[in-house]
């Protein structure tokens, strides 16, 4: 580094001289399709493989560390260009397919043509903006940190295979998330080294115009921040990441694109609004036009105002109309089951950064603010980026089956009155890029035995039961040597970290000899939060010691895993396992694999056994490791969290526990460690162990098929587009070109008609329900059911009456209840506005039932009834609380049942 810093430093950029024969690499180093191609991989690992492990896997910095010689060598090895020619050729391919959005697109709009009300715009091109803090895509590329990043890298992978209209937005921090060692003592440490990006495949985008790179401004407190836009291309997807490392800004603002999650409230403030509010403007200001916005967590949420602003200037509306507008084209996908995992900003904060921003948006502080904020009216509530995402999104969803619930249970106070199973928040359970993930010899395997279509549509459940028709003997050993080849990568990595924290030869070779590639392998590799449990196995030592020490079973763990490097007690597990491996004579062949990334992630989901999971149940919004690990045939077993509520089945892994929910962590943990020793001990080491005449374990290899061939095709992430864009993407693509038709007229007439329900609706109630069912009704019969409204000015054709039933609990609560519209039946005697209703529910289930009847707002142009909010039931009783009424008893084949 200069010593003085007034210097002008004037850069270059230097890149490899290639010999014309193999400078399509350059092309296949710089598009990350080759993440997910092993024939591209290969040419790179053939070039030498020295180099590519040197380079951190990392294509575009090993051709510029490669002498010119082995360049001239390569470009006239024919067997070479041969191989080179071919994968060049996939490429192009793969970038000019057809793909299954065109088709299913297609077909979406013939639906909605044939919808009058709702065809108006759907001609429109559809594009899709994805904007995510973080995108995992490769290990050389680490703009990630864990989870999260990995799904949003998936998510553009699975677009680009699709051929779906999708761009990433995100920031390029140039010293990512970061690296960890230990020290002697086990205690995590951090460093953050640079990623050098001009050794990395990522791009200027340039203004054709000037020449120079596309920059954007966004306004910070007394200053304007400049926002570069950068481009890396994911095949066919395009990833814009925006950067703020340039002179002009002050060297604090350089800074805000430095690390991933580093720095305090403020720096995390001004990486948000970098996301969001510049991410809008980047795309604007390149003339990319989405149609959807998909906010992935509510990091960048902020993208909701920019628009608004922007919609505003275009049209002259209010803050109102321009939120409709743009929430109709908005999507928010929540990864959070605990409220402490939401970025809140304080109202300081928040008028000090967006204080200038208010006129535009046509809107005062505490306006601003209570749309951040479950109770708009608490002045002291700090502003919440999901609570601004959930109100500026026409569709939410959560991430398993689940999380949805658990989201809807935690969200319940924006929608009050509505029924926990109606709260407007659904799912769409993640998955996994599949040829991301799976070992390059299965990929082979599959290749023989299944159809060539598994690769182009991994969401083909049929094409996956081929796989109970691979041998037995070529599935076994694949796995084998899955599980080899990862044993002697751990023995080279333990080597190197033991000898950075200065150990001595003989324990070096102690410890890493004493990993055996022949035995049952666990694998524990995850972000080190304290919810995880990543202890819970050591909670017993004496059963620990003796599954450990057990020589006619043996086992051994690999364990990986970052901690934040705020928090102090997941950092603390991490020493406890250190310690244990370290100094218990049982524990040679317990293992912690420093500095876990993409790479660490690949091999272990590769070549392990089993996968092992323990969160605490409704903390593990989905989790994916264990997805990667049972499409590679790794068994998976989870307490019932997350994916693997609804993934579990006996036959393809196992299950800690059966959902309970402890209200004492004590005791849970007690439970469940139990629970898990005994699986290992009674079925897994069993089952593994047990051989035939020929040395195969049949029963395990049975389950390693059956795993493969139920789970693959479910939780692979190009089904998890597929939904995304046939139950969410398409749906905000009509609306919004719907509402944003001839000026936004449409988006004006629908909030003025909220404005109208919400001065009326004070007004609107239930004054008379009427059955003729007695105490007892016989089931599949169906009831009758007639209400008294008055709808206070509304008409009939406003509101949307229903009878809503279900079950009811021994509290009294309806319990799965779900509701069927009335119709209806004239203006009531009398003349006073009032309007009588009729409907009929069936039956369908013995014992305790019930119902009670509700008035929603209705105007086709909502995603749905209940996002305002706006819900009047019969004698303002509540479904949520033991008081509702016409409680009945429905007794089977006409007989009675006991009345409580």
Not at 117 to 123: E, K, P, S, T
Not at 714 to 723: A, D, I, P, T
């Amino acid at each position: 580094m200069l010593p003085f810093g007034q210097a002008r430093v004037r850069s270059f950029r230097v890149v490899p001289a290639l010999p014309e024969p193999i400078r399509p690499l350059m092309e296949i180093a710089h598009n990350l399709w080759w993440t997910w191609n092993h024939r591209a991989i290969d040419l790179f690992v053939r070039l030498d493989r020295e180099l590519w492990e040197d380079s951190g896997h990392n294509p575009v910095r090993m051709l510029g560390q490669m002498s010119q010689e082995a360049l001239e060598r390569a470009a006239n090895d024919q067997a070479f260009l041969h191989n080179l020619s071919l994968v060049h050729a996939s490429l192009q391919a793969h970038l000019g397919a057809r793909g299954w959005h065109a088709e299913r697109f297609a077909e979406f709009q013939r639906d909605h043509k044939a919808d009058p009300g709702a065809a108006h715009g759907v001609d429109q091109p559809f594009l899709a903006a994805y904007f995510s803090a973080e995108f995992g895509l490769t290990e050389c590329f680490q703009i990630y940190s864990g989870g999260l990043g990995v799904l949003a890298g998936d998510h553009l992978k699975s677009a680009s295979e699709l051929a779906l209209p999708l761009v990433g937005v995100g920031l390029l921090y140039r010293c990512g998330y970061f690296h960890q060692y230990l020290n002697t003592d086990g205690w995590q440490q951090e460093t953050y080294p640079d990623l050098d990006l001009p050794n990395q495949p990522v791009h200027r985008v340039i203004d054709p115009e000037t020449g120079q790179q596309y920059r954007v401004k966004v306004e910070l407190p007394g200053r304007s921040l400049v926002v570069g836009i950068w481009r890396v291309n994911v095949g066919r997807t395009a990833l814009y990441l925006l950067d703020t490392n340039y002179p002009e800004n002050q060297k604090e603002d350089r800074d805000i694109t430095r690390n991933l999650y580093g720095g305090d409230v403020e720096t995390r403030i001004k990486q948000e609004i970098v996301l969001g509010i510049g991410g809008v403007r980047a795309l604007a200001k390149m003339g990319v036009k989405p149609t959807v916005f998909h906010m992935n967590e509510g990091h960048s949420a902020f993208l909701a105002l920019e628009r608004v602003r922007s919609l505003r200037q275009q049209h002259g509306v209010s803050f109102d109309e321009a939120l409709t507008a743009a929430a109709a084209a908005q999507i928010f996908t929540t990864h959070t089951p605990v409220p402490a995992g939401i970025d809140r900003f304080s109202p300081e904060i928040m008028e000090r950064y967006f204080r200038p921003y208010l006129h535009d948006l046509g809107v005062d502080l505490n306006g601003l603010l209570a749309v951040g904020r479950e109770n708009p009216n608490d002045h002291a509530e700090f502003f919440s980026m999901a609570v601004l995402a959930l109100r500026a999104a026409r569709r939410c969803n959560g991430v398993s089956r689940l999380h949805g619930h658990v989201s809807r249970t935690m969200w319940r106070s924006l929608w009050p009155r509505v029924p926990d199973n109606e709260i407007p928040i659904t799912h769409v359970t993640n998955g996994v890029h599949a040829r991301s993930w799976i070992k390059s010899d299965l990929v082979d395997l599959y290749d023989r035995y299944l159809p060539s279509s598994w690769q182009q549509d991994p969401s083909d459940h049929s094409v996956w039961r081929a796989v109970r028709e691979i041998p037995d003997e070529e599935i076994w050993h694949a796995r084998q040597r899955a599980r080899e080849r990862m044993i002697v990568w751990c023995r080279r990595k333990i080597r190197e970290q033991l000898k950075r924290r200065g150990a001595g030869q003989d324990d070096i070779d102690t410890a890493a000899a004493a990993l055996d590639p022949g035995i049952l392998t666990i694998g524990f590799a995850r972000r080190f939060a304290t919810y995880k449990r990543a202890t819970l196995l050591l909670r017993n030592l004496e059963r620990v010691r003796a599954l450990l020490s057990n020589e006619d079973r043996p086992l051994q763990i690999l364990i990986a895993g970052k901690s934040h490097p705020a928090d102090g007690p997941g950092k603390e597990f991490i020493r406890e396992l250190v310690r244990f491996a370290k100094n218990d004579r049982h524990a040679g062949r317990v293992v912690f694999l420093e500095d876990y990334d993409m790479d660490v992630a690949r091999r272990l989901v590769q070549g392990c056994d089993i996968w092992l999971n323990t969160p605490r149940r409704g903390m593990e919004a989905s989790g994916t490791s264990g997805m990667k690990a049972a499409m590679n045939g790794v068994i998976h077993v989870s307490v019932l969290d997350g994916w693997w509520d609804e993934g579990y089945d006996a036959s393809v892994g196992w299950a800690v526990g059966r959902g309970e929910v402890y209200e004492d962590p004590e005791v849970e943990d007690e439970v469940e460690s139990r629970a898990l020793y005994d699986i290992f001990e009674r079925q897994i080491l069993p089952e593994f162990y047990d051989r035939d005449a020929s040395g195969l374990p049949r029963h395990w290899v049975r389950r390693i098929k059956r795993c493969i061939s139920a789970l693959a095709p479910q939780f692979n992430s190009n089904r998890m587009v597929m939904e995304y864009a046939e139950r969410l993407y398409y749906d905000c693509h009509a609306a919004a070109a719907r509402l944003s038709a001839d000026s936004l007229s449409e988006a004006r007439a629908l909030t003025a008609h909220l404005r109208r329900y919400r001065e009326r609706w004070p007004g609107v109630r239930i004054e008379d329900v009427q059955t003729g069912i007695g105490a007892q009704v016989p089931i599949r019969s169906r009831v009758t059911v007639s209400a008294l409204a008055h709808l206070n000015g509304l008409e009939p054709s406003e509101v949307r009456c229903e009878v809503y039933h279900g079950q009811v609990n021994s509290a009294g609560d309806l319990v799965h209840g779900r509701g069927v519209e009335m119709r209806p039946d004239g203006a009531a005697e009398g003349g006073d506005g009032r309007t009588r209703f009729v409907g009929e529910f069936p039956v369908n289930h013995s014992g305790r039932n019930g119902f009670s009847v509700r008035l929603l707002p209705r105007d086709d142009r909502m995603a749905t009834p209940f996002a305002t909010g706006l819900i009047v039931w019969d004698t303002e009783t509540d479904p949520n609380l033991p008081s509702t009424r016409q409680i009945t008893d429905f007794a089977p084949h006409g007989h009675a049942s006991h009345q409580g």
